[in-house]
């Protein structure tokens, strides 16, 4: 079975790099949303198999 590689520490690094050029809040809890749903992705696909 091929394993899929999820880029999840770029698609963080992006987020942050994003939020801190921002000067809005609503940006940062959304790129805290994201990287937790990205995180919850990954250990389901690994639990997945």
């Known amino acids: 079975m ?3 590689e999820v880029p ?3 698609i963080q ?3 942050h790099e994003k939020a801190e050029h921002s000067n ?3 940006i940062g809890r959304d790129a805290l949303s994201s990287a ?3 995180c919850l992705a990954a250990v ?3 639990l997945a198999g």
């Open 44 to 46: 389901a696909a690994l």
């Open 2 to 4: 091929e394993e899929i």
């Open 8 to 10: 999840i520490d770029e």
């Open 24 to 26: 809005e809040v609503w």
């Open 13 to 15: 690094k992006e987020l």
């Open 36 to 38: 937790i749903l990205a």
